[in-house]
């Protein structure tokens, strides 16, 4: 039903940043939870930052005080905006959009884009 396309990864040195952004195929006032996830070699997928369609939002410990995410209700797009990269970043970062609770995984994703950091 949702439609995810991805775009911003890339490579960059630590202390630089990078904007990721996730196309919807929808208005995204009619998704409950749009998140960003990410997944390094051999580690289990984590939730990077999610926002609701109230705008409440959460971030990981991790990147708090250095991703920002945000939603373009407009354009139907979410972004993660990442500071202060950290070669710790480095991994697959994934689009998710679901009709459940926020921190909880929804059924659709975008195909992941690699960001990486190298020190």
């Known amino acids: 039903q949702v439609q995810l396309v991805e775009s911003g990864g890339g490579l960059v040195q630590a202390g630089g940043s990078l904007r990721l952004s996730c196309a919807a195929s929808l208005s995204i006032f009619s998704i409950n939870v749009l998140g960003w996830y990410r997944q390094a070699p051999g580690k289990q997928r984590e939730l990077v930052a999610d926002i609701t369609s109230g705008g409440k939002i959460f971030y990981a410990g991790a990147v708090k005080g250095r991703f920002t995410i945000s939603r373009d209700n407009a354009k139907n797009t979410v972004s993660l905006q990442m500071n202060s990269l950290k070669p710790e970043d480095t991994g697959v970062y994934y689009c998710?959009?679901?009709?459940?609770?926020?921190?909880?995984?929804?059924?659709?994703w975008g195909q992941g884009t690699q960001v990486t950091v190298s020190s």
């Open positions: 998710n959009a679901g009709f459940g609770a926020p921190q909880s995984m929804g059924d659709y």
